[in-house]
């Protein structure tokens, strides 16, 4: 029997650790997105990524018979928000992509039924996503009625204040919602996006100028003071999502007086952030 010494099997675990490790890394190039919708079959489907506000195809497949198909690539993706896209080129359902190996399964419906019925495996992010995406559907189906009383010409003034009261409730859930969400997953690229689409609190309470009275001024200069104060500039899955684009617009097109001086400024401030 030959015993080896401890040096020399010192190298060969280090050996055999280094081959794993190549092994490992070889087998996680590109990326592969196994999806199935349950009910689809024997027809083509299509994944769509963001940039901006709009979506671009980034790949293409086939679909079987049982509602399997798998999108895969040797080069991994730019992280983002994308969509599997339906035939009809109509019906979508979103997800995130941060890791690049991962499953989806679903029914097929309608794009917020998908939605609902969506179950992920091998990616946090989009349980996490996903958990979010049930919540809002939840809070959006509740709102319904009283927004249907704000938009109802007969409805009385007594109708209207209480939809209004409900729908004010339903916002503040939504928004405790987003808050506890942030800080119990921070880092996510999921918080990121809430944070991106975040709105500035405005101080009730005016500074009072030297003259005695309040600054009229206060609050549109502390809402564009700190319009950017939770963006991280330095991440450009951002960029593949439609909400930085969203901020962008607003800032530029409705804050930002339309002069050629003041849009040069704006656009210098984002340069520099």
Request: aromatic share 10%.
């Amino acid at each position: 029997m030959r015993i080896l010494n401890s040096r020399n099997l010192g190298k060969k675990v280090l050996f055999l650790t280094l081959i794993l490790s190549a092994s490992l890394t070889q087998a996680q190039k590109g990326y592969k997105i196994d999806v199935t919708v349950l009910g689809l079959k024997d027809t083509v489907a299509y994944m769509a990524g963001y940039y901006g506000n709009k979506q671009y195809y980034k790949d293409t497949a086939e679909v079987n018979s049982s509602g399997q198909m798998t999108f895969e690539g040797d080069e991994a993706l730019p992280g983002g928000i994308y969509s599997i896209v339906l035939p009809d080129q109509k019906t979508y359902f979103e997800f995130i992509l941060v890791n690049q190996f991962f499953s989806m399964e679903t029914k097929l419906g309608s794009s917020a039924s998908m939605t609902n019925n969506l179950k992920v495996t091998g990616s946090k992010e989009n349980d996490l996503f996903y958990g979010y995406m049930r919540f809002i559907g939840k809070k959006q189906g509740s709102a319904g009625p009283h927004r249907r009383i704000m938009e109802d010409s007969t409805a009385s003034k007594k109708q209207k204040d209480a939809a209004r009261e409900k729908l004010m409730q339903i916002d503040k859930e939504v928004k405790e919602y987003k808050e506890g969400f942030m800080k119990d997953n921070p880092g996510t690229f999921v918080s990121k996006v809430f944070l991106t689409s975040k709105e500035p609190e405005v101080p009730k309470e005016k500074p009072m100028l030297p003259n005695g009275r309040e600054d009229s001024t206060f609050a549109r200069r502390y809402y564009m003071g700190h319009f950017w104060d939770d963006v991280d500039f330095t991440d450009d899955r951002l960029l593949r999502s439609p909400v930085l684009h969203n901020k962008l617009e607003k800032y530029i097109s409705k804050l930002t007086l339309q002069h050629p001086d003041s849009i040069t400024r704006a656009a210098d401030y984002l340069i520099r952030n």
